[in-house]
C-alpha cells in the first residue's frame, strides 16, 4: 500500500476522484481514502496544514493502512533563485527549518533523537518522481525542500532558509512526514509544484496559483505511482 499525503483538498482530491474501489475511513478527524490508482492499491488523505497534522497523518498510515512508501504532494514557496511559479522541485531531502535547539550548541534543524538535520528521501522514489516529471513534460530541480509552521514570504525569512539550510523550496509539512518515515523505517518522497516564490508577492500568488500547481504535482504522482513497485 502506498500512502500519498497532501495538505489541502486541491493537492489530493485529483487523485481520489480518479481512484476506484474506494473505501473512506476517518481517523484522528483526518479523511483516508484507500483503494486503487493506476493499477496499485494506494491510501489518500488531506492531513490539513503544517507538521503536527501530517505527522499525525503519516503515521496513521503506517499503522493503520500498513502503508510501505509515502509520497507527499502538493504546493511549495520556490527559493532556489532559478526557479518560477509551476516548477517542480523533488526533494532528495528534508529538513525542519524551525527545529531549534541552538542554543544548547546543536545546528539549526537539529532533530534529537533522530542526531541529524537532514533526512534523506528513498532514492528510487526520487528517482521515479524525476522520470515521471520529465515524462509529463515537466523538468524537475532535485534538492532539499524544508518544512515549518511558518507561511514563508518576508525577505529575511526566505534568505534565513537559503543561507542556512541551502534549500530549494519551502513548505509546511513534507520534513514532518520525512521524520515518522524515518522513525518508522518506512521509504519516503516528497514531490511539490511552485505556487509561489516565498517572497512579497507570496500573499497573492499562492491563493492565484494554488490549484494549477497542485494540478501539475498530482499529474506527475499519478504516473510515479505506476511505476512503484511496492
Ligand atoms: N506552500 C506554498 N507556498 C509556501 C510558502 N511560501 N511558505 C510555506 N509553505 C508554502
New binding site residues.
Given amino acids: 500500500m502506498i500512502g500519498i499525503i497532501g495538505a489541502m483538498d486541491s493537492e489530493v482530491n485529483g487523485i481520489k476522484s480518479v481512484m476506484t474501489d474506494k473505501t473512506v475511513r476517518t481517523v484522528a478527524s483526518v479523511e483516508f481514502c484507500s483503494g486503487t490508482l493506476c493499477g496499485k492499491k494506494v491510501v489518500v488523505a488531506e492531513a490539513g496544514v503544517g507538521k503536527v497534522n501530517a505527522a499525525v497523518t503519516a503515521q496513521i498510515m503506517i499503522l493503520e493502512y500498513n502503508a510501505s512508501a509515502v509520497i507527499n504532494t502538493?504546493?511549495?514557496?520556490g527559493l532556489e533563485d532559478s526557479l518560477r511559479i509551476g516548477d517542480i522541485v523533488v526533494a532528495d531531502r528534508v529538513a525542519e527549518h524551525d527545529m531549534d535547539t541552538t542554543p544548547f550548541g546543536d545546528e539549526p534543524g537539529f532533530i534529537t533523537g533522530l542526531e541529524r538535520v537532514y533526512m534523506d528521501c528513498d532514492k528510487k522514489i526520487v528517482d521515479i518522481l524525476e522520470s515521471s516529471a520529465e515524462e509529463a513534460g515537466m523538468s524537475a530541480m532535485v534538492g532539499l525542500i524544508v518544512?515549518?509552521d511558518?507561511?514563508?514570504?518576508r525577505d529575511e525569512q526566505r534568505s534565513r532558509l537559503k543561507e542556512v539550510f541551502g534549500a530549494a523550496a519551502?513548505?509546511?509539512e513534507g520534513a514532518a512526514i520525512g521524520h515518522v518515515c524515518v522513525m518508522n523505517g518506512v521509504p519516503f518522497g516528497v514531490i511539490?509544484a511552485?505556487?509561489?516564490?516565498?517572497?512579497d508577492d507570496?500573499i497573492s500568488d499562492?491563493p492565484a496559483f494554488?490549484k494549477a500547481?497542485a494540478a501539475k504535482s498530482i499529474e506527475i504522482i499519478k504516473r510515479a505511482v505506476e511505476k512503484m513497485d511496492v
Fill in positions: 502538493g504546493v511549495a514557496g518544512s515549518g511558518q507561511f514563508i514570504c519551502a513548505e509546511m511539490r511552485m505556487s509561489d516564490c516565498a517572497n507570496s499562492f494554488e500547481a
